[in-house]
């Protein structure tokens, strides 16, 4: 394995003609998490591995994976996808630094988005398609109805190009949403966020039974169908298996994944690696056959050695099947008279949650034909762990009997199904 120069630490070769994958090569020096933050560049442009090859001696690291878009591919800007996954490589003259000293990535300013402006059908959705084209990530949302039909939005942002601080970014930016929202929009401001960005980061506290019945890790055994996903879905999602091995290889642990594929899988299962401070020295993702996925991952302690601890592989485990069975929590629940739909997903340590919800969310409501009263995001903290949790409160004011279970189990397998990639 070689150190690559700057032009080809990342290197992506397009499919040759319509429907052929696209493969994504990166050879780099090696840092616990690599993959995971890679995946997770990949799935928020819109692109899903078919396959992929994790190899590192320990210092460099090499990855090949293939991947297909899952929205219009026309609108992929691939030399922005390379920069942003050349941003999370290590370069040579700094392996050294980030391999004797604790990693401290540097803060992105937070920008806040405000704008004034009449509602109509599909707004929330348009918004969220605009931010998503011009690569700037929502990190939190207030959004408002007022009872003359007017709408205010607070979108706490970031910048994935990290040029939001000069006036053509901005100007840019401004006049997309200016141009979207067209006669509706009464005012469009952009600008650094204060301290109110810290007020709208926290969730206030949920009711003891809307907590359990989001957190739960149980929640796709219940009998009582709260997670209201189809009976075929739950026979899929059941049917997976881990397995343990330390005999194979004498410096690694195999772990053997079987389970049903879905939108983000390899980024779900490197995430809990990850936060668990594993490494994975090899690993192969196999291509999808019936709607199932095998994963062969030969991984390591953060200090080289094998998981050899029962509590600690049946804690890693049972942590990983949970992310399998269900790395997005959909509940529909009443907030006093309105009705209220709510996802959760968990947090990685790093503070990164899962990209693309609130878009994928706002497009099934769209679909259906939903309108959104009011929404937001925030931060919550429940069973040891941080979540990220997305609140619509719904307009009753549409095709849908929102008080039906039947209307409530439809909107929660659309968003569920759009949220898996089913």
Known sequence: MRAPGSEDTVMIELG?????AHVITVNCPDKTGLCCDVCR????????????????DGVWCYIVLWVVPYYDSLRLRWSHLKNQLVSVCPSCSTYFVLDLMPSCPASTPVYLLKFFCLDRNGLLQDVTRVLTELELSIQTVK???????????????????????????????RGKFRSVLGESCISCELQLAGPEYDCHQNIPSLSPAVAEELFSSEQLTDEDNRVQLLTDDMIKLKDSAIAVDNCLSPAHTLLQIRCVD???????????????????????????TQGHRDLDLFIQLKD???????????????????????????????????????????????????????????????????????AEIRRY?????EWEVYRFLLDDNCMFQLGSASARNEIVNKVRRTLMGW
């Open 41 to 56: 560049i990949i799935l928020d442009f819109g692109l899903y591995i078919t396959k992929g090859d994790v190899t590192t």
């Open 262 to 288: 879905h939108r983000g899988l390899l980024y779900d299962v490197l995430r809990t690696l990850k936060d668990f401070e594993t490494k994975m020295c090899y690993g192969r993702f196999s291509p999808q």
């Open 143 to 173: 959004v408002t109805t007022t009872p003359d039909g007017r709408v205010m939005d607070l979108f706490f942002i970031t910048d994935n190009m990290d040029l939001l601080h000069t006036e053509k970014r901005q100007e840019d930016t």
């Open 16 to 20: 040759k003609k319509l429907g052929d």
């Open 381 to 385: 903290t429940a069973s040891d762990r």
């Open 304 to 374: 080289g050695n094998k998981i050899v601890d029962p509590d600690k592989q049946n804690s890693l485990c049972s942590r990983l099947k949970a992310e399998m069975l269900h790395p997005l929590r959909v509940i529909i629940t009443n907030r006093g008279p309105d009705t209220e739909l709510m996802v959760a997903n968990p947090v990685e340590l790093s503070g990164k949650g899962r990209p693309r919800v609130f878009y994928d969310v706002n497009l099934s409501l769209k679909v259906l034909g939903i309108c959104v009263f009011s």
